[in-house]
């Protein structure tokens, strides 16, 4: 069965700390992977995109990992300003079908002064 | 750029009554997607349209009807509301279907009494 977990379900942190978010996914044949980021009472937005391929990349603060082999991609955020406090979203595509996208329930991480 | 725009953004409604969700992208997306997102649960897809002139089942389609109105435009609609469809509406569009990359609306929050 083609799932995604995320872990933690929400994390605090304060201000200036690094943290790092899970998300580990059985979806298979593998397309891609996605994080996106959502504010309280708006829709998500697009973080990154990782492929087969791919192991690392960043965008300013966040870097996110993925590991084909164990089916496992982090999202590491560094420095984290009041401003990452959101939902964190994992979504995986599948490389078949037009209903193909994975999501997880999402990390909700709060950045706190 | 407006890029997905939904209305209305708040909705109450009486069980057993009707309401048809707007949405509409400006980005010359073929692909257009309707998810609900509950606490704990994700976003959940509800109908999609791969191209314009179709439409398919999601995940959870029962008690909503859509209509791929032309390119730009996909509404979704409650013929008779019930309860348990309280939720968060997003309407999503990307440029091919199963593309991870969505743009999403900034969703509607319906409650139903």
């Known amino acids: 069965k083609n799932q995604v977990e995320q872990s933690p379900q929400s994390l605090i942190i304060l201000e200036g700390k690094n943290c790092t978010l899970q998300?580990?996914?059985?979806?298979?044949?593998?397309?891609?992977l996605r994080w996106y980021k959502q504010d309280t009472g708006r829709g998500p937005v697009s973080l990154t995109i990782m492929t087969f391929s791919e192991n690392t990349k960043s965008n300013g603060r966040y870097t996110a990992t993925l590991d084909a082999d164990t089916k496992q991609s982090s999202l590491h955020i560094t420095a984290s300003q009041l401003s990452d406090s959101a939902s964190y979203i994992c979504?995986?595509?599948?490389?078949?079908?037009?209903?193909?996208?994975?999501f997880g329930t999402g990390t909700r991480l709060t950045v706190i002064p | 750029n407006a890029g997905v725009t939904q209305t209305p953004k708040f909705q109450v409604l009486k069980t057993g009554q009707s309401m048809t969700l707007q949405c509409a992208q400006d980005m010359n997306h073929n692909s257009m997607y309707w998810y609900r997102q509950d606490p704990g649960m994700g976003l959940r897809l509800i109908y999609y349209s791969a191209s314009e002139g179709t439409t398919d089942k999601g995940e959870v389609p029962n008690g909503y009807n859509v209509s791929r109105l032309n390119k730009r435009e996909f509404s979704l609609r409650l013929e008779s509301a019930a309860p348990s469809q309280t939720s968060v509406y997003f309407c999503?569009?990307?440029?091919?279907?199963?593309?991870?990359?969505?743009?999403f609306g900034q969703g509607t929050r319906l409650t139903v009494v």
């Open positions: 999503a569009s990307s440029d091919l279907p199963g593309d991870t990359e969505a743009f």
């Open positions: 998300c580990n996914y059985t979806v298979s044949p593998f397309s891609n």
């Open positions: 979504v995986v595509s599948a490389k078949t079908g037009a209903n193909n996208l994975f």
